[in-house]
């Protein structure tokens, strides 16, 4: 494999940029406050979808009561307006004992409504206090939520400046190797974990450890400065 000294040397900074990106993106996955998010996140999911149960029961407990003061109001009128025929109909015995008598349904079923109207304000003061618990339980978790969003921020925030500052770095020394030296190296990378330079050390590949038999650490060290590992297939820095 065909490399100068130079080349060499943008290699071996490469390598060394590509570990350190290696270690920070798997401490950025790692950060306790992603799995903290995501866990605020899902119970205040959890949260929210009660809330909107809750406001859909106030919204029919509001409906109920009203649709009870309605027919309450209705019949007070009928109430009246009976009353008013009862008293202008005074001699007329027949009349006055039909209107007198639904009268008496009038106030029966007004009665009942007020039975309704106090079982439906019951219910909309659970609710109420209910969609009170709820709010405030939402606000916990809001500040909460928030709390975790500012520390992955802070930490993680220098993380992705670090990653961003290398990546640009490795990009420079990428763009000056041969075409194919790079193609190779990055070939090698995907295939090896991110480590695609190992270095020979008496006899051995620094990486994958496997001693090079005599015969192949001939030809090894025939392509210095840079073979490939008989093992691994890694690029192997020879005499550096």
Same mark, same amino acid.
């Given at each position: ?50 809330? *909107?149960? !809750? %406001?859909?029961?106030? =919204?029919?407990?509001?409906?109920? $009561? /009203?649709?009870?003061?309605? #027919? ?88 992705? *400046?670090? !990653? %961003?500052?290398?990546? =640009?770095?490795?990009?420079?020394? $990428? /763009?000056?190797?041969?075409? #194919? ?60």
């Amino acid at each position: 494999m065909k490399a100068d000294t130079k080349d060499l040397a943008t290699l071996l900074s490469m390598q060394h940029i590509d570990m350190e990106l290696i270690r920070a993106k798997k401490k950025l996955a790692e950060l306790p406050q992603r799995a903290q998010i995501l866990e605020i996140r899902k119970k205040k999911q959890a949260v929210e979808e009660k809330q *909107a149960k !809750i %406001a859909a029961m106030r =919204k029919e407990a509001d409906l109920a $009561a /009203a649709r009870i003061k309605d #027919e309450d109001e209705r019949l007070a009128g009928r109430q009246r307006e009976t009353q008013e025929k009862i008293e202008e109909s005074r001699g007329d015995y027949r009349s006055v004992e039909a209107l007198t008598k639904d009268m008496g349904g009038i106030t029966k079923r007004r009665e009942t409504l007020e039975e309704d109207l106090a079982e439906a304000r019951g219910k909309l003061a659970q609710i109420e206090k209910v969609q009170s618990q709820i709010t405030a339980a939402l606000e916990k978790i809001v500040v909460q939520e928030n709390a975790y969003v500012s520390s992955f921020q802070k930490e993680g925030g220098g993380l992705n *400046a670090g !990653i %961003a500052g290398a990546e =640009k770095q490795r990009s420079e020394l $990428a /763009a000056s190797l041969p075409a #194919e030296l790079l193609a190779e190296y990055e070939k090698i990378a995907r295939k090896s974990g991110g480590i695609a330079l190992a270095r020979l050390a008496n006899g051995s590949c620094s990486v994958c450890r496997a001693t090079i038999t005599e015969g192949k650490l001939l030809q090894v060290q025939a392509e210095a400065p840079l073979s490939t590992c008989p093992a691994c297939k890694r690029m192997l820095v020879v005499g550096e």
